[in-house]
């Protein structure tokens, strides 16, 4: 769980695709609690920013967390930074998150269970076979539209 919408998506992006975000320290709700509840999650890694605010706002959620049996762990990203910046300052992102996760802090009490992770995205990785065939079948830069499509330029 992250604490800005940003860092859920990079999250995201780099393919942790069980992410969401509680917009803001302040920002973890009781309806969100009770999502949790309801869905049996058994941990949230707590993602929040590195500072003094997201340090104070992780212990409040992790403590609530495992008062309802959910066990809490804190990622730790460099001191002053988020998942986000992390992630553009990092190479590769993705096994850099990948290991920032598997390190997350324990918050409960008792022996830490194991964290795993697999980005979702390893499981689409064309082997150099696929690659191959795949580049040998160039894209057409200016693909052909019918009279009923419109073109809409996004940049």
Known sequence: MCEALIDA???????FKNVTSSFGVNGFTDELLQTLIELKSKRVL???DRDEAGNTAAAKVAKL???????????LFPK???????????????????????????????EAPQIITVPITSS????????????RHPIEQNPPINNDQK?????
């Open 65 to 75: 967390l495992n008062e309802n049996g959910i066990d809490a762990f804190r990622i």
């Open 124 to 135: 689409l990785v064309a082997d150099q076979t696929e690659r191959l065939e795949l580049s």
């Open 46 to 48: 707590i993602a929040y």
């Open 9 to 15: 998506l990079t999250f995201w992006r780099w393919g």
């Open 80 to 110: 002053g930074m988020d998942a986000n910046e992390y992630a553009l300052k990092v190479t590769p992102p993705q096994q850099s998150l990948a290991l920032v996760i598997r390190k997350a802090e324990w918050l409960g009490n008792g």
């Open 151 to 155: 073109i809409i330029r996004l940049m």
